[in-house]
């Protein structure tokens, strides 16, 4: 993409306007459709985010800096958008200026759990997978699947422009 911090922050600015107004004017029927639908992931992100925080993942992360999300800049779509726009709050705007993850701050991520991307919040590291059971595994796979379905409802009431990026234009 090559924007640098500016430019990309002036997008990230300008694509959450424009999501919040694309939600304004929804029918109020898919809008009340959605709501449970956005409350739902956020409840799944959440308790899937206990599974790595179970083994002190953040420390594993911390250590390496996020390297793994070289291209986490591209992660946010507009359902994780929808979710804080949802429960009244404005998403935090990432600074866009480390060579890592831009949603990564000395203090972790900058998006509390029930508000990650779904590529952020499903996905571990082997460092991390291996130090879960498998049986921890399987219910942790489990939750993923439920998350991915309730994303595919979402994804059904928006058309599918949820799952784009919000800075892939």
């Not at 002036?10 to 939600?23: K, L, M, N, P, T």
């Not at 992660?75 to 990564?104: E, M, Q, S």
């Not at 779904?118 to 130090?131: A, K, S, V």
């Amino acid at each position: 993409m090559g924007k640098d911090g500016a430019d990309a922050s002036r997008v990230w600015a300008e694509h959450v306007a424009e999501i919040a107004e694309a939600i304004r004017s929804l029918p109020v029927t898919v809008r009340n459709d959605l709501a449970p639908l956005l409350r739902e992931a956020r409840r799944l992100k959440t308790e899937l985010q206990q599974v790595p925080d179970g083994v002190s993942a953040g420390d594993i992360c911390a250590r390496c800096g996020g390297e793994c999300c070289r291209t986490g800049r591209y992660h946010v779509t507009v359902t994780d958008i929808l979710a804080y726009l949802d429960d009244g709050l404005d998403p935090p705007v990432p600074p866009f200026t480390t060579g890592f993850c831009p949603y990564l701050s000395v203090a972790g991520c900058i998006f509390p759990p029930a508000y990650r991307p779904f590529n952020c919040i499903t996905f571990n590291c082997d460092r991390i997978e291996g130090l879960l059971a498998p049986s921890v595994q399987a219910a942790f796979c489990g939750g993923v699947d439920a998350l991915r379905a309730v994303s595919r409802s979402i994804a059904s009431l928006l058309a599918g422009r949820m799952r784009l990026g919000i800075l892939l234009d």
